[in-house]
């Protein structure tokens, strides 16, 4: 019986490495600056006090040397993001107020934060930053939001002096009501703290260091760890492990993970580690798990007592995703993040240790289990205080995701991919039209321009702002349009003389990316609505044998009159063909350009999507994924039920050309390894990717609605399945099942799975939808798509970054009826002769013209981004109007609009004149018609008073 024990922990997602090393050299000089003299004195104290009150402190790395991101660094920094007290039951995670308490008390940096206590200014927040996310910099969104916020608390270090104005983001927490209170009292309590360092030599710099060891990665720590000192740094153990002890390689062994899991927890912090471990293994989450040997413990290890470091590292953000769900039905799991690491010290259950206290410790943890929904409102159950929401920038995506994500794809696959690549993006982002133009015509021109200098040697991702910079300023410097687009550029720091890591195989930490893996292609987003006249459909599927595929394929080869609109239908089985089976597809494709071809084989994985992207477009094809239906799991977007009948069919077959059939003595291994190449996608994920991609999606029917739930045995049979693949797999990759260490076990398996299904036969039966049903389904489905008549489910984005204004939108009908009122009974002008010519002489070109009416009450451009958002609490509102006067002359006409108000707040318009614009003459703007009181005044326009007003109302709403 082993006992786990759970210790603190510095870094946030990596060890021992020159991550962590740069980190602790940024964070010491931090000190040094803030505290001076006194710095290895407050770095000892500040050890002590994190390790007694078992905290951790989370921090943002700024810097220059580990790789380009975004835009370069003018300074290497720091910022503290989070501060958590781990105590004896559940963490405390600090307040904003109480980070920025701790944060002066010990003259860490922070970020700028603004507080948003009303539901005015909260509106206000997401106004401005929907007007500004398509076109913010650090000092537009900081004048913004200083606006209005209602507290507004500069950060330690001013983004555009350190860091430039290329902002990546921000992150958006809901907080308490008191919180307003709480941050005026820290504010008042701790001012900002004195910079006792900023005078004195502090040695070399990071990228003094860097540059000086950039040939060697190992030279580069030591060096680092030399300069940081004894207080944040004691030994090298944790990067360099240690020559006494014999085994000297920092990994331990993968076991560890399962001693620790089945372990019997020596406090509740283990035990509630254990389970948030266990939960993301049994859910499958996409997270790492790695241990290394705890080198500091080397000198106290034994049988009876085992010391590691375990870290954590969640790799996608549908992890958390699906960990938030699970939180929603255990209110006692801890949260998740990115990625963290603790120390493990397994040893004997009675080990110097007394069975009368294990007993105590044994009732605490269930005490603390069952007592942990107690917590009310302080506890982290309550979903609304983990709510966060991270708000990106377009003018850091574009240099980030579009431009250094985008290398591999320009320079493996050329410039058309490249396009898909970035259109795509965008499209999942919800990037406003005209912005995308505007990229894809800079993106276009940095294609050609990059890879005429470079040729086929694709640019260092790590390096890669040493080109883009100077392109992006010299682009910016054409127009006033382009300096818009690209937000800032010049700001050159050259990363070449101090670069740690040079087109090294970077490991996944945070936002780098790996060498070897590109990012993939994607077709345009643009949904085909039909065929092109001159292409025609490739049909594919990604599934699992026992879809029915080649039976469906069949059919629909056979079917009198073909798929419509006489295009002739071929087919291609993949177990028959000899070879490459997909270049085999476009081979064909080529050709005949104009025909249906059923691409008879499993497309599982994005490699294979990618072959058929480039197969429509060169052949102008209309790629058509054709999927068997299935509610899916949270992690895989095929349920177990229909995995069963997967395996049933398989198991069903005779003399197949493939060789999967009942004869098959690993045929449930090789299911199960097809179903494992979707894991890590629910079903929505899968399918809206799918519809991304080729523009549409064929259903498959399988299984009947009113079904009865999948028996207990077969449920059973089949986990048992996928948890012995897993262990297969970690330890064997794609060895088969018959060569490795389970080989014993997965015959067993297959054996048991064949008896379990036998025995369920009448229920996998009767629960299929009927083969014909579902042959007939797919044939209307695909012929509606050759017609192009098929509309896709809809996977658009909500459009940002199109705020340009906040205007009341009233009913053109409403306006129109009013004119009509004057046209017709001459109401408005019964006594003016001048009203009734114009009416009479415009009427038509009125009518025409009047499409939309409006009135403006604000422009970012004129009033600036606050003034706009602020009119966000009353949007959708009803606003009544009166229309008062209307003033006109030859070139354009208007009503004086009088705005009223919401719940008893009067609408304040902006606008000097609060009009609606009716007309303009050929070649006149709208926005002209501002300057009709002048021109009446002036004795160039004419005045008909409305009296009464005429009333009207509309909703309030952003444009």
Known sequence: MYAGHTGGAYAKNSFGNIFTAVGVFVLSRMFREAWGTKALEKEAEFNDFLETNRMCVSMELVTAVLGDHGQRPVDDYVVVTAVTELGNGKPKFYSTSEIIAFCRIWRLPTNHVWLFSTRKSVTSFFAAFDALCEEGIATSVCRALDEVADISVPGSKDHVKVQGE????????????????????????????????????????????????????????????????????????????????????????????????????????????????????????????????????????????????????????????????????????????????????????????????MESIDKAVKDAGENCGQQGKDGLDDADANLMIKLKFLTYKLRTFLIRNGLSVLFKEGPASYKVFYLRQMKIWGTSDGKQKEICKMLDEWAAHIRKKCGNKQLSSSLYLSEVEPFLEQYAQRSPKNQGLIGSAGNQVRAEDFLAIVDGDLVEEGDLVKKERGTPATPEPAVKKAVQKDGGLIVFFPGIPGSAKSALCKELLNAPGGLGDGMPVHSLMGDLVKGKYWPKVADECRKMPQSIMLADK????????????????????????????????????????????????????????????????????????????????????????????????????????????????????????????????????????????????????????????????????????????????????????????????????????????????????????????????????????TMRSFLEGKKKSIEEKLERAHVTLAHKRSHGVAAVARYGQHLNREVPIQLTELIFNDNMAAFTAHVGSVDGETIVCKNEWPHVTLWTAEGVTAKEANTLPQLYADGKASRMVIDPPASVSGPLEFF
Not at 223 to 251: I, Q, R
Not at 320 to 348: A, C, H, S, T
Not at 672 to 700: A, Q, T
Not at 737 to 752: F, H, I, L, M, N
Request: aromatic share 8%; with cysteine.
């Open 166 to 357: 290329i902002l990546e983001g921000l992150v958006a927490r809901i907080v308490s009501s008191g919180s307003a209170r709480d941050m005026e009292n820290v504010l008042r309590d701790h001012p900002p703290p004195t910079c006792d360092g900023a005078n004195l030599a502090l040695g070399l710099s990071l990228r003094e260091i860097c540059a000086a060891n950039r040939c060697n990665e190992e030279q580069q720590i030591r060096a680092l760890l030399t300069s940081v000192g004894p207080s944040f740094c004691p030994s090298d153990l944790d990067w360099f492990g240690d020559d006494s002890v014999e085994s000297h390689s920092k990994n331990a062994d993968k076991s560890v993970i399962t001693k620790f899991l089945e372990s019997q927890p020596a406090d509740y912090t283990t035990s509630k580690l254990q389970e948030m471990v266990r939960l993301m293994k049994e859910r499958r989450l996409p997270a790492a798990f790695k241990c290394y040997q705890n080198f500091h413990r080397a000198n106290d290890v034994s049988p009876d007592n085992l010391f590691y470091k375990l870290v954590v590292h969640v790799h996608s953000d549908s992890g958390f995703r699906r960990y938030q769900k699970e939180m929603r039905n255990m209110p006692g799991l801890w949260p998740l993040y990115r990625g963290f690491f603790v120390d493990i010290n397994l040893l004997k259950a009675n080990k110097g240790r007394d069975p009368m206290a």
């Open 602 to 833: 499993n497309a599982p994985n994005e490699d294979v999507w990618r072959q058929i992207e480039d197969m429509c477009r060169r052949t102008k094809a209309t790629g058509v994924p054709v999927v068997a239906d299935s509610e899916g799991t949270e992690s895989n977007p095929y349920s177990l039920d229909a995995l069963a009948v997967f395996i049933f069919r398989v198991l069903q077959r005779v003399n197949h050309p493939g060789n999967l059939d009942k004869s098959s003595s690993n045929a449930g291994y090789v299911i199960l390894m097809f179903y494992h190449l979707y894991d890590g996608k629910n079903r929505k994920e899968f399918e809206g990717e799918l519809i991304e991609r080729f523009g549409s999606l064929v259903k498959i029917p399988l299984l009947r609605s009113d079904r009865s739930p999948l028996p207990v045995p077969v449920k059973s049979i089949l986990e048992e399945g996928i948890d012995l693949f897993q262990l297969h797999s970690r330890r064997h990759g794609r060895l088969e099942s018959a060569k490795g260490t389970y080989a014993v076990e997965w015959t067993k398996w297959e054996k048991q799975l064949r008896s379990t299904l036998i025995a369920n036969s009448e229920y996998l039966n009767s629960v299929q939808v009927p083969f014909e049903s579902a042959v007939q389904q797919v044939r209307e489905e695909l012929k509606r798509i050759a017609k192009g008549e098929y509309k896709p489910p809809s996977s658009e984005k909500t459009k940002h970054g199109s705020i340009t204004f906040a205007a009341i939108n009233l009913p053109v009908t409403q306006v129109h009826s009013l004119l009509e009122k004057g046209f017709s009974s001459y109401q408005l002008a019964v006594s003016n002769p």
